[in-house]
């Protein structure tokens, strides 16, 4: 019994002593918000004031509301060569894009896609983005209907027909991945 009380201890003693280290780690919380957090476990100031928009959701709105969505768009360097592809689609397709606006991969990948989007151009590409909970719900059930596990998820469709999805990541590139899904 002293064993256990003493292993404790000096457990709880390490615990407090390393969160007094002044030292910069770079951790992996889950929240992707910041780069460099202090201390031993380090946690995502920003998730306190989080923004969660659910149900259709309009691309200005995230890019006017949501830290980092602007500066994702703006800084992205679409590939123009398959961006050419996605111009040339004479097909009217349709892009579900469910997301979680509290999610750090969509915080990557979202505005990203916009900027594809935006660069393509092609009016027979049209986008719907639902924004889900942390219980991946909106209010009216429309991300229901699609059966996903993880977000973001782009739903590819033609003639009502799903051709494909990409989820939470690319493989290559989000360019690249909608040209094989739509080849």
């Known amino acids: 019994m002293h064993n256990n009380v003493r292993i404790l201890l000096a457990t709880t003693a ?18 992707a918000f910041e780069k460099d957090q202090e ?11 989080e923004v969660i ?9 995230l890019t006017t509301e949501l830290p980092g969505y602007a500066e994702g768009f703006a800084d992205y360097k679409v590939d123009t060569k398959a961006i050419d592809a996605l111009k040339a689609i004479n097909v009217p397709t349709n892009i579900v ?25 092609n009016p027979n590409i049209q986008i719907e983005y639902i924004g889900v909970d942390r219980n991946k719900q909106d209010p009216d059930g429309l991300a229901a209907k699609y059966a996903f596990s993880r977000i973001p998820t782009f739903i590819i469709k033609q003639q009502g027909n799903e051709l494909g999805r990409i989820v939470e990541r690319p493989t290559t590139t989000l360019e690249n991945d909608l040209v094989e899904i739509l080849k």
């Open 14 to 31: 390490l615990f407090f002593t390393a969160q007094m280290l002044p030292m910069t780690v770079s951790a992996n919380s889950g929240c």
């Open 39 to 49: 201390g031993f476990i380090a946690t995502c100031g920003k998730e306190e004031q």
């Open 53 to 61: 928009l659910t149900g259709v959701i309009q691309p200005q709105t």
């Open 97 to 121: 894009v469910i997301i979680g606006t509290w999610c750090p991969d969509c915080h990557r990948e979202t505005p990203r896609f916009m900027r594809i989007i935006e660069a393509a151009a």
